[in-house]
């Protein structure tokens, strides 16, 4: 379903397209604004502020919401990390404590991703985004363009050098088809 449709009947008034808005994009969110700030909690609490920031100013949205949604968390992380002037490690025990809070049949999974976003953490910050909004949240590359203020070309330059970068990581990592699209 288009989220920009059901952004604009919350314009129109519709509480419960709110909610819905917030319950496709609520772990998605999280989870990428996290890659910016390396605190699950820091990272709530921003998405909180995203969608506290739609609420307030009801912006009139020219593109797609989603590519809009991911720029405003984007800009709001680099915000948090500007004022904070530090960077945030996810350090051994909380990682230890995610992975002990899976259930046991998810674990490789966990451990998989955790591979997959060191792998990503290796290459320079604008490659790693371009991957995460194409290959991992599943964004066109127009609205991925959108995101990181780039050209699509500039994008699919982008996501070449990085494919070819991370694809012998990936596979030392056991890692296969991560990026097939």
Same mark, same amino acid.
């Not at 966990?110 to 991992?136: F, T």
């Not at 363009?145 to 050098?161: E, F, G, N, W």
């Given at each position: ?76 992380? !680099?915000?948090? /990390?500007? #004022?904070? +002037?530090?960077?945030? &490690? *996810?350090?051994? %025990? ?63 330059? !982008?996501?070449? /050098?990085? #494919?070819? +970068?991370?694809?012998? &990581? *990936?596979?030392? %990592? ?8």
């Amino acid at each position: 379903m288009d989220t920009t449709i059901i952004y604009n009947d919350y314009l129109s008034g519709d509480p419960k397209a709110l909610e819905k808005l917030m319950e496709i994009y609520g772990d998605k969110l999280t989870l990428y604004i996290n890659g910016y700030v390396k605190n699950l909690h820091d990272s709530e609490d921003l998405l909180i502020e995203v969608f506290a920031y739609i609420v307030d100013k009801r912006p009139k949205i020219k593109n797609s919401f989603e590519s809009y949604i991911y720029k405003a968390a984007r800009n709001h992380a !680099l915000m948090f /990390l500007r #004022k904070a +002037k530090r960077h945030i &490690l *996810l350090t051994d %025990e909380e990682m230890d404590f995610c992975i002990e809070n899976t259930f046991e049949d998810d674990v490789w999974l966990v451990e998989r991703n955790k591979r997959l976003h060191d792998c990503l953490d290796s290459l320079p910050s604008a490659q790693k985004e371009a991957l995460y909004l194409v290959y991992i949240e599943g964004m066109s590359y127009k609205d991925t363009a959108v995101v990181l203020h780039k050209t699509v070309k500039q994008v699919d330059k !982008l996501l070449q /050098l990085g #494919k070819k +970068k991370i694809k012998p &990581l *990936l596979e030392k %990592e056991g890692i296969k088809s991560a990026l097939d699209k």
